[in-house]
């Protein structure tokens, strides 16, 4: 750390919703997202679901006169969809993929297919290390029955561990992202609680925006307005967070969101709202961060790794049951493929009786079974793969568990949570 | 940090070939490595392939007096095959999972299945911050056409990037695992000279093991001597490297490898032999770390990630490659479909002509169309993930080559490598 000037820093995140051919307008809203990154002249620009490549190349050269840095994270078969423009340069970019991000089958919500991660990137402003990061959780498609709720559960549990582990150095920590939670979900609170990030949303001093910081709002005509109705017609599911460390006391100025259209247009940047974020990252005496705080937050944590796993526990027997199922259906199919070869050796045995052999139906069968048998294995293999990393969780878990039960004990003596 | 007297360390490496039901030996071995950790009384023993959990269940069992600590880390289809066992508790358990590793249809090669990782977990020891490591690389089937090779740098980036972001709070840093790689080799070259890992064969005071610290020997009945025979008669490819900080200085008291068969036995711990490392932890003045050292080897570290970007950038070409020939397979498979479908349609139009239908060939050459679709489509899924991945790896690269560069023009004047 070199500087003791406050330096300010401005943040942006949207969700492009870039699926080209599929997304409406969508060439358009990337013109439209680019004169607004050039017309703000952020910090940083952290964007999702920029699925084509082309289409970052294309922002890429548009903002290069504003943004002379960026970075395109690729992961999966599509891609993770993450890139970031930064004013500054960017010294080092690491991604993280999450072990577990929906089902490969369920290919009409996609989210499989683009591999989805953590990005993060390292930036060195007047000697402060400038840690951001960028993500995008697996989709919520349906709340009241939502079967991806473990996956999304292991992501923010990965999520909170990446950034725990890779932040350490950090005078800042940034998170920007569609999270694709609500501020008091099991995944966000798990998140919050874990790292001490704190929400721009809850620490602005001015606020400009939608009404209650929605993200996501019926008024989008990109929007299925269906499932907002119980929200009553909006949802906050992206974020800015942010936290300082014993160096660097950051401090939120301002947290804004776009509200619909785009200024001029019939329609809006994204299906999504746009955050942006003003912090002032003010240098301090070492030992005035924000550890203390953490420490109270103890029981907190305590309880909300608690109600993950058992989360995560739901989600394992779902898996274990979906694995034994494939495996018996397998059985099945390798039981009527063996009948069926049992059958088609009669006549052969049977020199005398002369029957037509119906060659067909013995065809088609064949390769029913034999598809019946390629398709079980799939999806053992896949399920098994799913089970390990939901084992793998809840093993973590436990261990942390056992790590903050024994923290929480000494915590009348022990006040830094930095003891480890 | 509250601790001031010397701490020692003893740390112990092997890869078990824990191969339930393939692996000679299997179940003796594993009771003899019991044996072996019950009586060496280590701080902490890091293994890898203890593929079936079942062999690490019993391990911990049998260790549960002396290693009270134990985490296996879950990933992949079959798992990761890595477990810890430690004296001190685990205060928390990370795992990184590779990019790539190996193919699915190169089953006898198996790597695929295995899920390889990285795993981290954290001890602390009086006050000290203990990061330890432990991974097993991508196997080196053959050193001439070694077509994993890309894999493995791949692994040994992604190796050195979760320890370097993710040690930076730590006292002491040690990694232990089967690398797969030779000491000079370009994936342990980039791993060692941009984490500033040291190598305990290196640097230990004493030694007393195999010649030149091979673990892999042609002696071992286990081994396949043919592979061995180039590199007279034995290779170094598991390690345990360690770096300490501005904080803590580490010395290498003694390394020592096992040299064949157990006491008593016939038979050998494993296809490898094991390592074991006595490491001194001497809390120093602040600021007395290893940093200045790690600046007189920019030059080479650029080098090395030229190297390796070299060849990310041959393995993206041959995926590229890969990719394409699945896509025109799966394309022809197609046409051949529809074809075969117009000339069923002939007949069925030509209602006049009464000619038998080859009901059976059609079938057949339906079902094997099919199935060249399916597999095309499969492995065009899967070398579109090999081509993100290392784009992606190659992306970061140019991203850290072009930071490092920068540090090597200011590195008269910066001499700290922590500049980042």
């Known amino acids: 750390m070199t500087t003791s000037a406050p330096i300010r820093f401005r943040v942006f995140s949207l969700n492009c919703w870039g699926i080209r051919y599929l997304s409406k307008n969508c060439k358009e809203r990337f013109v439209r997202i680019g004169d607004l990154l050039n017309q703000e002249q952020l ?23 504003i943004y002379p840095y960026s970075h395109y994270f690729k992961s999966g078969f599509i891609g993770s969809g993450l890139a970031v423009f930064s004013k500054h340069q960017i010294h080092d970019a690491f991604l993280y993929r999450y072990s577990l991000n929906g089902y490969p089958y369920m290919a009409q919500h996609g989210d499989w297919f683009g591999g989805k991660a953590v990005g993060k990137v390292l930036l060195n402003i007047n000697g402060l290390k400038i840690h951001v990061f960028v993500t995008h959780l697996h989709a919520e498609y349906c709340r009241e029955k939502d079967s991806y709720l473990p996956h999304r559960v292991v992501q923010a549990w990965e999520l909170q561990q990446f950034i725990r582990h890779t932040s350490a150095a950090a005078d800042v920590v940034i998170l920007g992202g569609d999270l694709n939670m609500h501020p008091d979900d099991l995944g966000t609170r798990l998140l919050r609680n874990y790292t001490g990030l704190q929400d721009s949303f809850n620490e602005a001093v001015n606020f400009d925006g939608c009404e209650e910081g929605h993200t996501h709002i019926s008024e989008n005509p990109f929007t299925n307005t269906d499932n907002l109705v119980p929200f009553g017609g909006g949802i906050r599911i992206d974020y800015i967070l942010f936290k300082g460390s014993g160096e660097v006391d950051v401090s939120c100025k301002s947290l804004s969101t776009t509200k619909g259209p785009v200024p001029g247009h019939p329609f809006p940047y994204s299906d999504h709202e746009a955050l942006t974020a003003e912090f002032l990252f003010t240098p301090t005496t070492k030992g005035n961060g924000c550890s203390e705080r953490q420490s109270d937050k103890l029981p907190e944590l305590v309880n909300t790794v608690n109600e993950a796993r058992t989360e995560v526990k739901v989600g394992l027997h779902c898996a274990e049951r979906m694995c034994h199922t494939a495996a018996r259906t397998g059985i099945m199919g390798l039981i009527l493929l063996v009948l069926e070869l049992a059958i088609a050796a009669v006549p052969l045995f049977a020199l005398g009786a002369e029957q037509p052999f119906p060659k067909a139906s013995f065809y088609l069968l064949g390769a029913l079974c034999f598809a019946i048998l390629l398709a079980t294995l799939l999806l053992y293999v896949f399920y098994s793969m799913e089970v390990k990393a939901l084992q793998g969780t809840e093993d973590q878990m436990r261990l942390a568990l056992s790590s903050l039960q024994e923290r929480l004990k000494e915590s009348p003596k022990v006040l830094s949570s930095d003891h480890l």
């Open 43 to 65: 910090d940083i620009a952290l964007l999702q679901e920029v699925w084509c490549e082309k289409d970052f190349l294309f922002l890429k050269k548009k903002l290069s006169s």
